[in-house]
């Protein structure tokens, strides 16, 4: 979905979560669920984003390190970190975050483009930026973050 897509409704419901001291959010609509961590087994030959799989519920779901994805260096408190389990366009898999606890409404209209600046996270993950009161949250875009042929060659390697 694009940012002018999102931007057609009066308020847009996210799930807000932490990863190394910024503020994200996802739309709750592509957020199955928000699981402790967990045990992950790792998968010979995946992408370094793919930190292996998990069975939830006897599902077999890949799990992704955001830090590793957005080419961070931080590192996740295992005791505190969450994975939510996301699914966008068919692809669904498990985002390991440092915590996520807030369900939010923001309006609309108060999300922008991303801002063209070079920082830690890539902008073409960045869906967009929004504000809600004094706080800054960056949009992820599922459909990159989650790119099913990215994935895929995880699996094939």
Request: without cysteine.
């Amino acid at each position: 979905m694009e940012t002018a897509d999102m931007l057609s409704g009066t308020e847009l419901q996210v799930i807000v979560f932490q990863l190394n001291g910024e503020e994200f959010a996802i739309e709750v609509s592509q957020v199955k669920s928000i699981e402790r961590m967990q045990p992950v087994t790792r998968v010979p030959g995946a992408v370094p984003f793919v930190r292996g799989v998990i069975n939830l519920r006897g599902v077999i779901t890949p799990v992704i390190d955001l830090n590793t994805r957005f080419g961070s260096e931080g590192t996740h408190d295992e005791k505190q970190a969450k994975i939510i389990i996301a699914s966008n366009n068919g692809t669904e898999a498990g985002l390991i975050v440092d915590e996520a606890n807030d369900v939010l409404d923001i309006p609309a209209d108060s999300v922008e483009p991303p801002p063209e600046v070079n920082g830690t996270i890539s902008a073409e993950y960045i869906k967009g930026i929004a504000r809600s009161g004094d706080r800054i949250l960056v949009v992820l875009d599922l459909d990159k973050v989650l790119n099913p042929e990215e994935l895929k060659a995880s699996a094939r390697r």
